[in-house]
């Protein structure tokens, strides 16, 4: 990683690229801090660290760069926009209109969602702007007095400033994607993760020398084996028959269609979280009790109805994605146009009906790995108390390293481009 990092820095025009990524990072970072008017962001953390920070809302902290508990501007994150972008990609897929958009209308069509995309995340953080604004207002009493002043004006300001800041990051990310290296929402999400650390770390401090032993030994062999298992592949072998044309025998080659076993990369934990976390927001919204039956056993984060829909999201997500990347018609088709061939296999449905088996399997191969991954903190949590209070999960651990792994394979993507002669040394 560090070697792909130097040699690309030497490419002037990769350089440049780099260069506004950190930029607009730092230009992000910044702006994090921005408090929101009108609210006492010391009264609100010390609110947050005492009653919030195991819940739902813990890992939306963690995920917005503890933003949320210290009451700043930009403290939905890239919440909204994920969300929109589910909605989106399921209706798609859902009203026929939408899905001749994407798929006949070619970049146009493409253009057109990402517009209904944006206005999408705008209405989607107006609400959860208003739904935050109700939170603070309920947590507010004289042991916590977080709110200076609440009536409407206030209650406007503070939506808008939300709305305003959901807004900023999702062009910001755009800017980053388009001008800059990998994906801009993965990447702000990334640096959110990372800016939490040093708090985890001072959190870490305080507990018990075997359970820090446990947690730094737990995340070291879980960053290797999310490092292994997004590297791992299933290669399917393709045979090209011999062509002649005019005077040249083109073909006859052996090679190999590589399907990943993390095919669909973080987006499934990432879905997943943000729609097992619905109930629990909207249930945070209108009551501040987090200590009922309901919300304990049903909605909370460390329930196991909770670990059971996030279990079956995960699959439905893998599932999801599986079916949009990969055609195995289309990859059939392409194969027999150009004289390839699976051995064993004829060209056609029996070709194509075996590519879809295969994928069938990695996608539950590769569900079982996300799950397994998103929820081993979880039972850590119920079991080790200090653990659960550290708000970091496996949603997080795989965002940072699948994040870490994409960009850097995006450098080597752009190098490889230009012919790069470092890159094959």
Request: hydrophobic share 50%.
């Amino acid at each position: 990683m560090i070697q792909t990092l130097k040699n690309a820095w030497g490419i002037p025009e990769l350089r440049k690229k780099m260069l506004f990524t950190i930029l607009a990072l730092l230009l992000f970072r910044v702006a994090s801090v921005i408090p929101l008017p009108y609210v006492d962001g010391a009264a609100l953390s010390t609110y947050f660290e005492a009653t919030l920070s195991s819940t739902i809302l813990g890992l939306f902290n963690a995920m917005s760069g503890q933003g949320l508990a210290q009451a700043k501007v930009l403290a939905l994150g890239i919440q909204p926009y994920i969300n929109a972008s589910i909605i989106i990609q399921l209706l798609t897929v859902a009203i026929p209109a939408l899905e001749r958009m994407a798929k006949d209308e070619g970049e146009e069509g493409k253009k057109k969602i990402e517009r209904i995309t944006r206005y999408t995340t705008v209405g989607l953080a107006v609400l959860l702007g208003f739904g935050y604004y109700n939170i603070l207002v309920q947590a507010n009493s004289s042991s916590y007095p977080i709110m200076r002043e609440t009536g409407w004006l206030p209650a406007i300001v503070i939506t808008l400033c939300y709305t305003a800041g959901a807004s900023a990051i999702m062009w910001l990310g755009e800017q980053i994607t388009e001008f800059g290296i990998g994906n801009g929402i993965s990447l702000i999400l990334f640096a959110n993760i990372v800016s939490g650390i040093p708090g985890m770390i001072g959190r870490m401090i305080t507990m018990v020398w075997w359970q820090i032993l446990i947690v730094v030994i737990g995340m070291a062999l879980l960053v290797v084996f999310i490092v292994f298992i997004n590297d791992a592949e299933r290669r399917i072998p393709i045979q090209y028959a011999k062509r002649v044309v005019g005077r040249k025998i083109y073909g006859g080659q052996n090679t190999n269609l590589p399907i990943k076993v993390s095919m669909s990369g973080v987006m499934p934990v990432i879905f997943a979280s943000s729609i097992t976390s619905v109930p629990a927001t909207i249930y945070a919204f209108f009551s501040g009790d987090q200590t009922n039956w309901w919300y304990v056993h049903v909605m909370s984060s460390r329930s196991a109805f909770y670990a059971v829909c996030y279990f079956l999201l995960i699959f439905f997500f893998s599932w999801f994605y599986a079916a949009i990347q990969y055609d195995p018609v289309e990859i059939s088709n392409n194969l027999k146009k150009n004289g390839g061939f699976i051995p064993g296999f004829r060209p056609g449905k029996p070709t194509a009906d075996f590519i879809q088996r295969v994928i069938n399997k990695i996608v539950v191969f590769g569900a079982v790995y996300l799950a397994i991954v998103a929820l081993l903190p979880i039972i850590a949590g119920d079991l080790m108390e200090d653990v659960g209070n550290l708000a970091i999960g496996g949603t997080s651990v795989i965002i940072v390293v699948g994040v870490a792994l994409e960009t850097v394979k995006a450098l080597e993507a752009q190098m490889l481009m230009r012919h790069y002669k470092g890159f094959l040394d």
